[in-house]
């Protein structure tokens, strides 16, 4: 028995342009598909779990992979969890749990609200003092910028490495290492970044950095994960079943066990593997000026067009913010998305304080391409739109 | 009809998947009921209905789907409204003697939810 193959809903009977990359990737590399539907198959690896054996190990495989990523030659301080949001609530809850007294934390207007949420809510605990640091007009922050904030008290700096709505990337070593001088630990989101960009903390000067699988890592949705370098900084706060150590009724302070209390995601964990190993085999560098010149392309179609009000021309990520004048943007996406089928999307892409800057809060039309997009699919875009401005 | 439901910025926004594509004609049926505005040009006129600041609907001609917004707090009655409403369109004779009842009491029921009556 199952679910009737007519009440499986398909949309895929017509053909359509995703530009939705930095919400969730897709299409899936054919490897990630395989490899997913290979563990639903056969029984997973459950490290501590099972008597199973000849199974592969993607857990330690996938954590490997990501230590590779990042340059850092401690996979075991790579933890899994369920995306990226996840992995903040993890390190900024922690953070504050593992250091008593109300303190002094740094964030920017940038962010993202799995980064603004917890520290609104500790703030309005009345557990930290909040500073929202406004970027640079070319949406950047600089140590000369971070400065004049630092207190006393500041503990704790959040930075967002790449805006999902503007595409600014920040140089978080550089900001990583003047934040250590001043005794701040540094968190970094780095959800938009790791997959689409080189990133590099091998020098230490990073203290945690969370990622998420199912954006620019192409695996599915539902398995993220964050490396941390001291976790004697970031308290727990989930314990349970770690398939060892079971005799111990206290949950085990090892790396990574610290923090993965219960069965993981396996699926997702494989997913994320074979998605390493696409980004790999395809090569950073070449992801990302694949991607940077189909940018380049839209928007220099785009912006000849006076109607089309891009907010970033010369974006680091594959991300284009725009609007449509005279025209709501949530209506401009119904649009795109019904009548010509492309996926775009609309609003304020959980980042609210920056369109706060950009229009006074009414959001754009979002474009975010990957490694998978093509040039025609630009061209159906760049049609698209321009027909909608010109009418 | 199907729906899905997502909460963007504090209001439900819920799409409807209809059994046939609506016609043109939707749009003058619901101007009877609210204000509307339509890219009319556009090879599939694109539409908007908005009853004040208790619901709007959005949609194209010619497609299945109906996008439509709801305050939270009056949702309950608003959505059996637009229900009926399109019931009634895909009939070849609405009652619009009834909708338009039906248009009354709920304005009634909303202004009541509003000033704390229900």
């Not at chain 1, 070449?286 to 991607?291: C, F, G, L, V, W």
């Not at chain 2, 009319?40 to 194209?60: L, S, V």
Request: negative net charge; glycine residues 10%; proline residues 5%.
């Amino acid at each position: 028995m199952g679910i009737p193959p007519d009440q499986v809903e398909g949309i895929m009977d017509r053909p359509f342009v995703y530009f939705n990359n930095a919400a969730t990737s897709w299409p899936k590399p054919d490897c990630v598909v395989r490899v997913v539907q290979k563990v639903l198959v056969e029984p997973c690896h459950e490290t501590g779990r099972s008597t199973l054996h000849d199974v592969r190990d993607y857990p330690s495989e996938a954590r490997e992979g990501i230590g590779r990523l990042l340059g850092t030659k401690y996979p075991d301080h790579v933890v899994f969890t369920q995306n990226a949001t996840d992995s903040l609530n993890i390190l900024i809850h922690g953070f504050v749990k593992q250091h008593p007294g109300r303190f002094h934390v740094i964030t920017t207007d940038l962010e993202h609200n799995s980064v603004l949420r917890p520290l609104m809510t500790l703030s309005h605990e009345g557990r930290i003092l909040l500073t929202i640091l406004k970027s640079g007009n070319d949406f950047h922050v600089t140590p000369e910028m971070i400065s004049p904030e630092i207190r006393d008290d500041t503990k704790l700096f959040v930075l967002g490495h790449g805006s999902n709505v503007i595409g600014s990337v920040q140089d978080m070593r550089h900001i990583g290492r003047f934040l250590h001088e001043k005794g701040i630990f540094l968190i970094v989101d780095g959800a938009q970044t790791l997959g689409q960009t080189q990133v590099d903390i091998s020098d230490g000067s990073v203290d945690a950095f969370a990622f998420t699988g199912h954006k620019y890592l192409f695996g599915i949705q539902g398995i993220g994960g964050f490396y941390l370098k001291d976790p004697q900084e970031i308290a727990a706060i989930k314990q349970g079943g770690t398939g060892a150590d079971s005799r111990n009724l206290f949950h085990p302070v090892d790396m990574p066990l610290k923090y993965e209390a219960g069965t993981a995601n396996y699926p997702g964990i494989a997913s994320l593997y074979a998605g390493i190993k696409y980004v790999e085999s395809s090569g950073i560098d070449r992801i990302a000026d694949h991607t940077r010149d189909l940018c380049r392309y839209l928007i220099s179609s785009l912006q000849k067009e006076p109607g089309v009000l891009i907010d970033n021309k010369d974006p680091e990520l594959p991300v284009i913010s725009f609007n449509i004048q005279g025209l709501d943007n949530e209506d401009a996406g119904l649009i795109l998305a019904r009548a010509y089928n492309i996926v775009t999307r609309t609003g304020l892409h959980c980042a609210p304080l920056i369109h706060e800057r950009l229009n006074s809060g009414k959001g754009s039309i979002r474009l975010s391409l990957s490694f998978q997009n093509t040039r025609e699919e630009c061209d159906a875009a760049i049609d698209a739109i321009l027909e909608l401005v010109t009418g | 009809m199907r729906k899905s439901r997502r909460c963007i910025d504090g209001t439900v926004l819920r799409e409807y998947t209809l059994d046939e594509p609506v016609p043109v004609g939707i749009i003058g049926f619901l101007e009877q009921f609210g204000t509307v505005k339509a890219l009319a040009d556009m090879e599939q006129p694109f539409y908007t209905f908005r009853m004040g600041d208790i619901f709007n609907i959005k949609g194209m001609v010619d497609d299945t789907a109906m996008f439509v917004r709801y305050q939270p707090a009056s949702m309950s009655h608003t959505e059996i409204f637009f229900t009926r409403l399109i019931e009634g369109f895909d009939t070849n004779a609405p009652d619009l003697e009834e909708l338009r009842k039906m248009h009354g009491e709920l304005i009634e029921k909303i202004t009541s939810v509003s000033s704390g009556g229900l």
